[in-house]
């Protein structure tokens, strides 16, 4: 393969999950010329297989990871304002099981987590009746006690594409299926290498951020000279889809005998979510659930819920790998998950850094964007300040931060578009809605009808826009239609994406 040089740059991201996707976006807007790279689709890894929390993390208040949840609960205020068309609030409900946690812990919890992130927009918790009100919905009727929180919930995918749209904007050049394989210092830059589809690429670049999730030691790795990445613990959770098991919109949280709590979230309107384990893995390339993982997952939903669930009510099931910065604790659940940054500068620390992330959540995503720049700092003095705080993710600039009244007014304007379609783009895009949409007047217009409220007209908009290149991106990620399709319907995109 022919090697060409491709200029230079100022910073050069390597992973397209949420963290490289957020570094891009600020880095770009403080005038850093970004290069961001992802092997494969934005989104493909750890960033499309979470909880799809937006949380404080009212657990990890048990593990005294104060700083963590504080600067959780602040950032969703946040997340919620600048991207209200994918982050939404959901009550989370706790029955009480008095020999599990007694209930002046679960309040005294609940009181902290009420207030250590600030001036909140979201409602404080109370204690509810389940015996005698829908708050205990679906649930076993022996439980007559419980706890109610507020938290959110989020499309994790398109957040990680519509901050990729923002980088973008900003300036920043996205490169997908694009692999960094190496790099070697020169003449105090990098000479980093690139590998795409076409051949192997060249860069060079003042700074390197390897933030590559579960390959974050591989990547360190390619790099001649450097200590390698060995303090990450790769710990695989697990989810499985079943059908909706109540009518009602608020979520619960399920205390297990082993300490652990497992969430139960209403999901894509016609199902739920439930999940999550924690699973130690030395493989972590392409995880999957084991039969064991599922049964944990059954087993403790059922020993909560009225109507038993089996492996036959499972509809799909995805995994994940936390990439866990190592704090040497033997329990996978009590490991921090706060985010660890680590810089090698070289010998005498002032040769071009490589900048390292372990850990993180989704939540935290932009702060820890904001650490890694401060970290970054004394490379580029001249770099501004921080600056997206106060900024909005594309289309999130919605009237009142009230996505269901953005749908509503999205069907006045266009009437004779069915209204799954309307619903779908008006939740995925926001105002970019009206890009999308167009001057279309009637269902013809939006070209081929994949089914799920999936048509050709917004599949074009993710080929030209959020460089969606195959079925997976647009069915799996852009959106979930996918899991509302049947195989025809699946093989009709397939063939449109020349899959
Ligand atoms: C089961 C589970 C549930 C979770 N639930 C929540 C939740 O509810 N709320 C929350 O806030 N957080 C949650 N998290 C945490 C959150 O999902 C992660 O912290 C976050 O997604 C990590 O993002 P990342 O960008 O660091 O890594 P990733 O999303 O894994 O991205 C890394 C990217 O780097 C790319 N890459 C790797 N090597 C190379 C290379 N050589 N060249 C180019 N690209 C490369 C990969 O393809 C990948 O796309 C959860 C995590 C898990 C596993």
Not at 245 to 261: F, G, P, S, T
Not at 452 to 463: I, N, P, Q, S, W
Request: hydrophobic share 40%; proline share 5%; net charge positive.
């Amino acid at each position: 393969m022919a090697t060409h040089p491709t200029g230079e740059v100022d910073l050069l991201v390597v992973g397209g999950g949420i963290n490289g996707v957020g570094i891009a976006r600020d880095a770009a807007g403080r005038g850093l010329a970004t290069l961001l790279v992802e092997r494969d689709d934005l989104a493909s890894a750890t960033s499309q297989w979470s909880t799809k929390l937006i949380h404080g993390g009212l657990r990890y208040l048990e593990h005294y990871e104060f700083r963590l949840v504080a600067e959780s609960l602040a950032e969703r205020e946040v997340l919620i304002a600048q991207a209200p068309h994918l982050i939404e609030a959901l009550s989370f409900v706790l029955p009480h099981e008095p020999h599990l946690r007694p209930a002046w812990m679960i309040r005294a919890g609940l009181l902290l987590y009420d207030r250590i992130g600030g001036r909140m927009s979201l409602p404080r918790s109370f204690s509810v009746d389940l015996e005698r009100s829908r708050w205990g919905a679906g649930l076993k009727p022996k439980f007559r006690k419980g706890f109610v929180y507020a938290d959110a919930r989020v499309d994790d995918a398109r957040l990680v594409v519509l901050t990729a749209v923002a980088a973008r904007e900003r300036g920043a050049e996205v490169r997908t299926r694009t692999r960094f394989t190496g790099a070697v210092r020169e003449r105090g830059a990098w000479r980093a290498t690139l590998r795409d589809a076409a051949g192997t690429r060249e860069v060079r670049a003042k700074a390197i951020v390897n933030v590559a999730g579960p390959w974050v030691a591989e990547v360190l790795d390619t790099v001649p000279h450097l200590p390698t990445g060995a303090s990450v613990r790769h710990v695989k959770g697990s989810h499985i889809v079943v059908p909706r098991v109540h009518e009602e919109a608020h979520a619960y949280i399920l205390q297990n005998a082993d300490k652990r709590i497992v969430f139960v979230i209403p999901w894509q309107d016609r199902y739920t979510l439930i999940g999550t384990t924690d699973v130690p893995v030395d493989d972590y390339e392409k995880p999957a659930i084991s039969p064991q993982e599922t049964d944990y997952l059954l087993e403790l939903a059922n020993a909560y819920l009225a109507k038993p669930l089996s492996r036959a009510d499972v509809v799909w099931s995805f995994s994940g790998v936390r990439p866990l910065y190592d704090d040497g604790k033997s329990d996978p659940s009590s490991i921090t998950r706060d985010y660890v940054l680590k810089t090698d500068a070289g010998e005498g620390g002032r040769d071009a850094p490589v900048l390292s992330i372990y850990g993180g959540k989704l939540t935290t995503y932009r702060k820890l964007a904001e650490a890694a720049l401060q970290a970054l700092r004394p490379w580029f003095p001249a770099m501004k300040p921080a600056w997206t705080q106060g900024d909005t993710l594309p289309g999130g600039d919605l009237p009142q931060r009230d996505r269901d009244a953005w749908v509503a007014e999205l069907a006045r304007r266009y009437p004779r578009l069915p209204e799954d379609v309307v619903r779908g783009i008006g939740r995925r895009h926001g105002t970019r809605a009206l890009e999308v949409l167009g001057d279309a007047k009637t269902a013809s217009d939006l070209g081929a009808d994949y089914g799920a409220g999936l048509t050709e007209r917004e599949v074009d908009h993710f080929v030209r826009n959020e460089w969606a290149a195959s079925a997976e991106d647009v069915l799996w990620r852009r959106t979930k239609c996918g899991l509302r399709m049947d195989e025809r319907q699946r093989a009709a995109v397939a063939a449109r994406m020349g899959a």
